[in-house]
């Protein structure tokens, strides 16, 4: 019988009745404020408990969550799952701090998620940053081919290791399988950040998930396309080549002595879930998001995003043909329309259907989707390019740790051409920085700060968020 180790260990925990002298100090719910009351409910209260011998412990797991963990590893084909409660930013984390270590020299996409150029600030690791391929059409960051990585991989023949993100926040995957192939011919690890693939694992329409392409280790938002609470992420591991206890102990240091059951919880749930019925659900979903996606190819004035191999369920829509940016274009889905998107860009607006989605939320997607056409003005648009035209491998002055720990000074933003970022300046959304730490600042990019700038997409990362001034080596 299918069962959820973590959530019935707290049910028994709850029954059991014992009078609370422990933390949290609500104690379960007596002692909590009614809006508390209102937002977890009296049952989520009283589960929220933790530390109890019956309950396991993250940090050294041999029960209930060790039994959870073997579950989410059989599901998703890998030999060790960890659970993760401080997001993927944590597993991303801890795959790269546990696989590489100071002055190693590791291949990074250049459009990686921040996390992992935070990850090499606390590894103390050297990249060497991989440019995408790009949709100049779109505007969108694809993924790292297969020649790029062999290229990189016979210039740099002692990197350690090779991450990847696959597939990316538009669902545009890598081909993981010749990359996987062409790493270990050179002795390198492949690493995956899968933050968007948690749903790959259930059909056979969308991309190969990381663990069957043979990547070494993938970390998964499981949170971002399946059921469990924001925050709760897997490391999938699924090879001798890596240290399983150094993993466990870098795990260990980037997490929280306190993780939340309910967090952890709703991991397993999330399993158990698609345990049951997941092939049935993703399938489901897919065909639905076919369904959307051929309604919408005939809306006039919208485009959408297409490329092989794309995970069908990540719906972007080019808004360029109604005279609107895609961020104006999320305003009036937001507040004309209701209907909120996930992220938007200069061009484009993307939707995610997951397997929570029914035909009725899609068709007011469709809906709205038709309202806005005919709102919009119809003039063509504006493109705005990206750095597109970026070498193909980029390698930084000074690693991000040496960056980090460096003395800086602050300067205008076009007086820094030239000199070498002391700041990571990304762009929310979609969330990747365009420069990191240790690199050299060039006109391009300051002028591709200035264009973010200029549509009010919000920056992270910088110390001035007027983005006026940069803080350089
Ligand atoms: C590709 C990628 N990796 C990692 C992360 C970080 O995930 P989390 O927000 O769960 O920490 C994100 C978040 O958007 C992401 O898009």
Redesign the pocket.
């Known amino acids: 019988m299918l069962n959820a180790p973590i959530a019935d260990a707290m049910q028994r925990y709850s029954d059991d009745r014992a009078l609370a002298f422990h933390t949290p100090g609500h104690k379960q719910g007596l002692g909590a404020h009614q809006l508390l009351r209102r937002l977890i409910t009296d049952e989520g209260l009283r589960q929220e408990v933790s530390l109890m011998d019956e309950l396991d412990d993250l940090h050294d797991p041999r029960g209930i969550i060790d039994e959870a963990q073997q579950l989410a590893a059989q599901l998703w084909h890998a030999d060790h799952a960890l659970f993760f409660v401080?997001?993927?930013?944590?597993?991303?984390q801890t795959m790269i701090m546990s696989t590489v270590g100071e002055g190693d020299t590791v291949l990074v996409p250049r459009n990686?998620?921040r996390?992992?150029s935070n990850a090499l600030i606390l590894s103390g690791a050297k990249p060497v940053f991989l440019c995408p391929e790009f949709d100049h059409d779109f505007d969108i960051a694809l993924n790292i081919t297969p020649s790029t990585v062999e290229q990189a991989v016979e210039q740099f023949p002692n990197a350690r290791a090779l991450v990847i993100?696959s597939p990316?926040?538009y669902g545009v995957p890598a081909d993981l399988k010749s990359i996987a192939e062409i790493a270990h011919r050179h002795g390198m690890l492949l690493l995956v950040?899968e933050?968007?693939g948690a749903h790959l694992q259930f059909s056979a329409r969308l991309p190969i998930s990381a663990m069957d392409a043979g990547a070494d280790i993938a970390?998964q938002?499981t949170?971002?396309l399946l059921g469990s609470l924001?925050?709760t992420?897997m490391l999938m591991i699924n090879s001798a080549r890596i240290d399983l206890e150094r993993v466990r102990r870098v795990s260990s240091m980037l997490q929280s002595t306190s993780p939340n059951y309910l967090l952890l919880a709703s991991l397993d749930i999330a399993r158990l879930q698609m345990q049951s019925n997941g092939s049935t659900l993703i399938e489901q979903t897919i065909d639905r998001a076919q369904r959307l996606r051929e309604a919408i190819r005939s809306i006039s004035g919208l485009r959408l995003f297409e490329t092989p191999s794309l995970d069908p369920t990540k719906i972007t829509v080019d808004v360029r043909g109604l005279g609107l940016t895609g961020l104006e274009a999320e305003h009036i889905l937001r507040h004309q329309l209701k209907i909120q998107c996930e992220l938007s860009d200069p061009n484009n607006v993307l939707f995610l259907v997951t397997y929570a989605d029914t035909q009725s939320t899609l068709d007011r997607l469709l809906d709205a989707l038709k309202k806005l056409s005919s709102m919009g003005k119809a003039t063509g648009g504006r493109a705005i390019n990206r750095r597109s035209t970026a070498p193909l491998i980029i390698e930084p002055i000074i690693t991000p740790r040496q960056a980090f720990y460096s003395s800086t000074t602050t300067v205008a933003l076009r007086e820094s051409i030239g000199r070498i970022s002391a700041e990571e300046i990304t762009f929310y959304p979609?969330?990747?920085p365009l420069i990191c730490p240790g690199e050299l600042i060039t006109a391009e990019l300051v002028d591709a700060i200035e264009e973010n700038m200029s549509v009010g997409r919000r920056v992270v990362g910088a110390a001035d968020k007027s983005m006026l001034t940069i803080r350089v080596i």
């Open positions: 401080n997001g993927t930013t944590s597993a991303v990686a998620h996390c992992v993100t990316n926040y950040d933050a968007h970390a938002s949170h971002k924001t925050q992420s979609p969330g990747i």
